[in-house]
Nanobody
Framework: QVQLVESGGGSVQAGGSLRLSCAAS????????MAWYRQAPGQRRELVAS???????NYADSVKDRFTISRDNGKNMVYLQMNSLKSEDAAVYYC?????????????????WGSGTQVTVSS
């Protein structure tokens, strides 16, 4: 069983910065896809940023040039640096990873989700 532990959420003023961290633990042969999602009240969950094992990144247009996703494969960590935060960025942020692991004796790729961390932005 792979487990994710998120940290770094909190309350900041508009224009401020925050860094989210996601630590994966368990039997992990490789982290093939890592992403951050967010969901605001009354809204559907949306993809904020993603990064593949080869370092290729993708960002939602709303956060491009402000957010940066990164990973440390050796530590099984993924980060989201958020700068110039806006009120529209307030949401619960979720870490999602696709890893090569073993489930019920079979090796394969499986997806896991963190429990979410709250980000509040005051204006």
């Amino acid at each position: 069983q792979v487990q994710l532990v998120e940290s770094g959420g909190g309350s900041v003023q508009a224009g401020g910065s925050l860094r989210l961290s996601c630590a994966a633990s368990g039997i992990i042969f490789s982290m093939n896809y890592m992403a951050w999602y967010r969901q605001a009240p009354g809204q559907r969950r949306e993809l904020v940023a993603s990064i593949t094992s080869d370092g290729s990144t993708n960002y939602a247009d709303s956060v491009k040039d402000r957010f940066t996703i990164s990973r440390d494969n050796g530590k099984n960590m993924v980060y989201l640096q958020m700068n110039s935060l806006k009120s529209e960025d307030a949401a619960v942020y979720y870490c999602s990873v696709r890893v090569s692991t073993i489930v019920r004796g079979r090796r394969g790729e499986y997806d896991y989700w963190g429990s979410g961390t709250q980000v509040t932005v005051s204006s």
